[in-house]
């Protein structure tokens, strides 16, 4: 971007710990700012073990449950009485994104729920006769109709791409059931815009334009498997991933709503597709950019080839406890399967408030 003004003003909708000592301190400050509002008598998780990442590769099983105008895949690890953490992905990629940070909660006492979004995965429509809306509000009502058929009243909610923008989006509107948050990239609630950029910037939006065309969309149809393995190299330049990693991802996209729901998601975000009536209320929410009041990390990878604003664009959005940290070591955009460690012990130590 020329300035971090003009993201902040035309861009908002869209789209290991810095191992420095500097970081170490922010950790430290983080966890100690808040240690007056543990509970008392509550025990803290376990320190998580380091660990590799790519040293998962898959999770023990996949449940389904009925939930809102769904039937959802998940993944889920840990004590079902835990303190309830939820994963969510972004486009193009799923729920083995978190396939490393997933046993590490578990292990760290943590229930863990880790979604198929709409459109991925074993995910599945109820009736034939829904549309298959990618809008922001709808995706966001996906994970608060799962937390109800879970009888989760309230959880950490972390994630990244479309998962950051849906978890930032119930953390603002129902932060009642948000305990605290984890956000890839900050604060990407917005709403839709069709308010030119510079050049460069538009250069990185290329796919959304791609996308709002019927040849974008036979594109995308014809050759999503290539077309997210290009996404892939593009938003994580210095991430090494092999054949069997992509492709065991790559699966998801497989499902029969993969396509539409993806093409809706960008062409809403771009102004040249309408969402549904029923989500005004919280469209007209969101456009007002609302206040993040509960306890929030931002992350960043130091090598992320996605757009993406800067942190010092966001800060304020954040009213509550608040700590931002750059992942350093190459991490490119897809943060939680490239430095699961890191994503991790954020989490951790923002649940732990």
Known sequence: MDTTKKFEKINRDRRGFLGTAAATLAAVQFMLSDSANAEPGKAKPAALRAIKPGTNTSFASIKQIDAGLLNVGYAEAGPA??????LLHGWPYDIHSFVDVTPMLASAGYRVIVPYVRGYGTT???SSDTFRNGQQAAVALDTIALMDALKIEKATLAGFDWGARTADIIAALWPERCKALVSVS??????PSMAPLPPKAELAWWYQYYFATENGRAGYEKNRHDFAKLIWQLASPKWDFDDATFDRTAASFENPDHV??????????????KGEAKYDDIDKRTAESPVVTVPTITLEGDANG???PEPS????KFTGRYSHR???????????????QAFAEAIIQVAEI
Do not use: C, M
């Open 326 to 340: 750059t992942i350093k070591g190459g991490i490119g955009h897809n943060l939680p399967q490239e430095a699961p």
């Open 81 to 86: 009485d835990g303190p309830a953490v939820l």
């Open 124 to 126: 599945r429509f109820l």
């Open 306 to 308: 996605a757009p993406h």
């Open 260 to 273: 539409a729901i993806v093409i809706h998601n960008y062409r809403w975000r771009i102004g040249v597709a």
């Open 186 to 191: 900050g604060y990407l609630i917005g709403s």
């Open 313 to 316: 664009v966001y800060a304020k």
